[in-house]
């Protein structure tokens, strides 16, 4: 399957238009539960006022709410990206802490954060589970799994550790535009023959 996703795309890359991993790190709280098109439209005016800790903190949540108010939850996003930088500034320099556990204790970020966060700014090979991988993993037999740390977990165990860096990114946008939720595009799906879904979708006419 990797090798497939492999050679159609060598070096998938987040949709997430950021510069650094501090703007990383909100583009990606910014996009739990929204689409990356809808937080790309919002972030260019953001991080043109905001894009170091201490202008978000200057910015101010109010400012912060009126700026990304076209994105989904947008209030309390404002509230945790403003937090969020307050706490890199007093307790990590200013600087988006490398390890999970820290990044776990900022207002807003969760596993699948953090595992964004560490794989793209940092290089680790952390696999977010976002829900897209989680339909694909489950309905293609590659991961099953009634939860996201179970799918995370079985995918860290039968991802070869070569593919295990991109893994994430093939597989959310494999799940984003061919193995869509309501019609999956099987006829044109490069993993179909080795894919357990049934019945598959078929061709349009």
């Known amino acids: 399957m990797f090798a497939r996703l492999a050679a159609r795309d060598p070096e998938p890359e987040t949709e997430l238009r950021y510069t650094d991993p ?3 790190l909100v583009a990606v709280v910014l996009s739990a539960q929204a689409t990356d098109a809808s937080v790309n439209k919002a972030t260019p005016a953001l991080f043109a006022t905001a894009d170091t800790p201490e202008k978000m903190v200057a910015l101010g949540e109010k400012a912060v ?7 989904g939850l947008y209030r309390n996003k404002a509230k945790n990206v403003v937090a969020l930088s307050r706490k890199l500034i007093e307790e990590h320099g200013s600087a988006v802490p490398k390890s999970r556990e820290a990044l776990e204790t900022l207002p807003g970020v969760g ?4 595992n964004v966060v560490l794989n793209v700014a940092f290089g680790e090979p952390t696999i977010a589970i976002d829900t897209h991988i989680f339909r694909v993993s489950n309905r293609t037999g590659l991961a099953p799994g009634k939860t996201p740390l179970k799918v995370e977990e ?7 550790a070569r593919y295990k860096h991109n893994c994430h990114h093939w597989l959310i946008l494999h799940g984003r535009y061919v193995c869509k939720a309501r019609k999956p595009e099987c006829w044109r799906c490069i993993i179909a023959d080795i894919c357990v879904f049934k019945p598959k979708t078929p061709a349009p006419a």
């Open 22 to 24: 501090y703007t990383l």
């Open 154 to 160: 079985t995918l860290e165990r039968v991802v070869p």
């Open 65 to 71: 709410t009126e700026k990304i108010k076209t994105i």
């Open 111 to 114: 596993r699948k954060t953090a």
